[in-house]
Nanobody, 126 residues
Framework: QLQLVESGGGSVQAGGSLRLSCAAS????????IGWFRQPPGKEREFVGA????????FYADSVKGRFTISRDNAKNTVTLQMNSLKPEDTAVYYC???????????????????WGQGTQVTVSS
């Protein structure tokens, strides 16, 4: 069983920065891709970005490209989401999730991820 725990959420003014962490434990050898998703109030969960656990390649949603950066520390089994130039529309609960080697669909889809963290709240005020 793989456990994912997010931390680092909070409140910030527009233009500010926050750093979220996702710590993995348990069956970490099953990691393939770690994805970040967010769920704004009253909306569906949406893809933010993802990182390949082995090669470290990343890709992002257009809405965060150039502002958010995902990195990993394999030794600590931790993935970080650095968020800069935050906007009020970035307000959401942020989740990290693990996709195994045979995802059900696109890595931008929630159905491709089999383990999820509990989420952490990010609030950006104008």
């Amino acid at each position: 069983q793989l456990q994912l725990v997010e931390s680092g959420g909070g409140s910030v003014q527009a233009g500010g920065s926050l750093r979220l962490s996702c710590a993995a434990s348990g069956r970490t050898f099953s990691n393939y891709v770690i994805g970040w998703f967010r769920q704004p109030p009253g909306k569906e969960r949406e893809f933010v970005g993802a990182i390949s656990w082995r090669g470290g390649s990343t890709f992002y949603a257009d809405s965060v490209k150039g502002r958010f950066t995902i990195s990993r520390d394999n030794a600590k089994n931790t993935v970080t989401l650095q968020m800069n130039s935050l906007k009020p529309e970035d307000t959401a609960v942020y989740y990290c999730a693990n996709a195994g080697p045979s995802p059900a669909g696109s890595l931008k889809e929630t159905r491709s991820y089999d383990y999820w963290g509990q989420g952490t709240q990010v609030t950006v005020s104008s």
